[in-house]
């Protein structure tokens, strides 16, 4: 299986899950996410599951200052409709992060570990996204602007060449090369740039 070589330059993430911790999974819990994991899940790198990374880690970075995040510890509300634009990508990668799940996540155990109910959408809590802390209700407001970091001049005409079957192999691999440079610059360039990713605590 082969990836784009920046993708290992990523910075990865620690999790602690206790769920995973109970049934022996991981020892202390502890799981890593990298990158390539949220490409897995979305099938895709693109702008937007690359920005959801980002939002995620550098959200449970300021809810967990001194700490190992709780995987499973979060609710995550997003103020868009699951249907509206990207959102549903957005909501996937923060729920492999957090572990917050929607109606169809796991119900608990003894009235434990329950990600059921975590992830919501549609909310007036928040202007975009808010990550809350379960035990200490800490949270995070968070949002990005990636018309910080624009694509390569020639990557829209490309686009539409590739989505009318008009470009050819070289074409169709430029497209490609041209679309990952710009997630690459997100995720190496701009990760701790406030311009494009914004992580607001709640008062």
């Known amino acids: 299986m082969s990836f784009p070589a920046f993708f290992d330059a990523v910075p990865r993430f620690k999790m602690r899950d206790p769920?995973?911790?109970?049934?022996?999974?991981?020892?202390?819990?502890?799981?890593?996410?990298a990158y390539v994991d949220v490409v897995k899940l979305a099938g895709h790198s693109c702008p937007t599951v690359a920005a959801a990374y980002v939002l995620g880690c550098r959200a449970l970075v300021a809810l967990y200052p001194d700490s190992i995040p709780e995987r499973g510890g979060m609710r995550v509300e997003l103020a868009d409709a699951i249907d509206h634009g990207v959102t549903g990508v957005t909501a996937s990668v923060l729920a492999l992060l957090t572990g917050a799940a929607g109606a169809a996540g796991f119900k608990g155990?003894?009235?434990?570990?329950?990600?059921?109910?975590?992830?919501?959408f549609g909310s007036e809590n928040t202007p975009s996204m808010r990550i809350t802390r379960l035990d200490s209700g800490a949270a995070v407001d968070v949002d990005s602007d990636l018309s910080h970091v624009p694509g390569h001049p020639d990557l829209p005409e490309l686009f539409s060449r590739c989505l009318r079957g008009e470009a050819d192999a070289a074409q169709l691999r430029r497209f490609g090369e041209l679309w990952q440079q710009r997630v690459q610059r997100i995720l190496l360039e701009h990760w701790d740039d406030d311009a494009v990713f914004?992580?607001?605590?709640v008062a």
């Open 198 to 201: 914004s992580v607001r605590a």
């Open 109 to 120: 155990v003894g009235g434990r570990f329950m990600r059921r109910g975590l992830l919501d």
């Open 19 to 33: 769920l995973a911790e109970f049934l022996g999974a991981a020892e202390g819990g502890v799981l890593e996410y």
